[in-house]
């Protein structure tokens, strides 16, 4: 043996922790202190193993929470296993079955007993049925047959037990509903008659939009239930979870409310400015940490209908489109979120979680082990897997947000968010906004890796009855403060801004101003918002016409009457897409469908939109079969003025164009009984 395998040899022989080359060293850790999490984590695993390692009967956990009291209600020991067999039990066992053991367990009086352990353990289980319903009273709510239960053991206790038995269910608050209500809204300044409140979406600084979308976020998660969570683990769906449906719908709305207020929106500088807006909006979620709308927004964003709009995002700053990449990675799905779960580990403070993500980790922690083990006992680590799960939720939803609301703005959010559109819609206004190219176009650098609609299906429905009410709020907030003397009118230039907010502001649903008086009363801006929801809801994008007062060079017929359209100038209406013409005033009893049509001639658009849309072409959903346009629209129009495409800009004269458009051949009375045929 020479030298060489000598060393080798003994290397072997007596390996230590000296590092030598091809030898792994042992891992080191690099923080000194452990996290929070990781001490509550060690306390919970060695409060288990206490009872068993791997798992424990039903009886013996039972008699645990029993003997956890004294004979005064004191825990003599930590509450950790208590709570999480009180929170965590129905998962695997229904609590009306858990109180009928407690009410076996309870012994009667002719037992016999040496000494007060007879008494001492009826004592002991008053006080951890008295805690099970002072500390978890939702699970009783939630089951009537448990409530059942819960009246046969305190009446069998006024019958058995002594007076001190029997004055713990003598509490006329012992079923009272625990945990803090959804915060307060704070009214708008009461500022008398001097100050409008601003009510338009263009006027709105992008901070204020980040929070009032972070209250109405923070409202809606506050009011997820545990039943609630257990609901969706267990069933695999939100339908009979309302709270948790409500949550879904919220983040699906949102997403929907950008892509439809950047699309309406004619000129791509218009659209490149919403765009930018909403970047901004998502930086300030960012710092609020409200992670589950920040999902909407930015999915939004990059949803294939908006990330297509190759001249819209020529249009976006270098710095916007860098936040917009560097928002998308955060967000990103790959590696199981890997780059949120690491931002969301360092946030302190107030801070929203992506509800979808951490959903899904507790469907997999469920689905991954088995509720019990091979002998029939319970398999603790899962429950208290869960358990500490379901403990940081509900620490979130005690927290205080950092920023208040005004209630004008949140009936405003509220009653846009209500709106209700489809994917096909959504891409047939997109595809209207920028036709699809010939050409090969590169890839674009907007990646789509998010879960948006975690919960697809879940979709907000119009209900008349809560639209109605939003619409009575925002009516309310709007005379408050639009007409400050009281004269029960707003202004017509005040209906249009304030019209524009809305995504179906872009069709143009305008009702006509009261007779005389160039304004709107409170009924007539209430029926004009209940009926564009209606409109929009029912027809869809695709029937509204673009109508344009124009000036005709040729005879030309009214589509709708076959009257003539008498003038010199600017006689009349014509649609930009498929160019029905008529008068200005049967522009309200149109009840035909927009047929678009390629190369429309002689459509005049605004400064402001010098590329016009461009037709879309019908998507093959047989959207012909689906919507009803034989719907009585007595009091409903469906035409759209080019003015409402930029109503919430500043006015300008040049919005009425004087200049005559190009010849245009005039339709024919049976052309036109074509169109309105």
Known sequence: MNRKDSKRKSHQECPGKTGGRGRPRQARRHKTCPSPREISKVMASMALGMLNEDGCSEDDLLEKCIQSFDSAGSLRRGDHILNMVLAMHNWVLPSA????????????????????????????????VRYWLTQHPETVHQEPQLEEVIGRFWATVEQEGNTTQRSLGDSANLLSPGGPGPPPPISSPGLGKKRKVSLLFDHLETEELAEHLTYLEFRSFQAITPQDLRGYVLQGSVRGCPALEGSVGLSNSVSRWVQVMVLSRPGPAQRGQVLDKFIHVAQRLLQLQNFNTLMAVTGGLCHSAISRLKDSHTHLSPDSTKALLELTELLAAHNNYSCYRRTWAGCTGFRLPVLGVHLKDLVSLHEAQPDRLPDGRL??????????????????????????????????????????????????????????????LPPSPFQVPLVVEWAPGVTPKPDRVTLGRHVEQLVESVFKNYDPEGRGTISQEDFERLSGNFPFACHGLHPPPRQGSGSFSREELTGYLLQASAICSKLGLAFLHTFQEVTFRKPTFCGICSGFLWGVTKQGYRCRDCGLCCHKHCRDQVKVECKKRPGAKGDVSPPEAPVPPTPVPHAGRGSEDNLSYTLSLEPETGWHVCHAWTQTEPSHPSWEPETVPLPATAPSPTQSSKLSS
Do not use: M, V, W
């Not at 076996?104 to 006080?127: D, F, V």
């Open 97 to 128: 079955h858990l109180a009928a053991r407690l009410l076996t367990l309870y012994p009667p009086g002719y037992q016999e007993a040496t000494g007060s352990t007879q008494e001492l353990r009826r004592l002991q289980i008053c006080h951890l």
């Open 379 to 440: 398999h603790l680590p899962k429950l208290n897997s869960l358990y500490l799960r379901l403990q940081e939720l509900a620490a979130l939803q005690r927290q205080h947000p950092p920023c208040s609301a005004k209630e004008d703005l949140l009936h405003l959010l509220t009653l846009s968010l209500d709106l209700f559109y489809t994917e096909d819609e959504i891409y047939e206004l997109s595809y209207a906004r920028e036709p699809r190219c010939p050409k090969s």
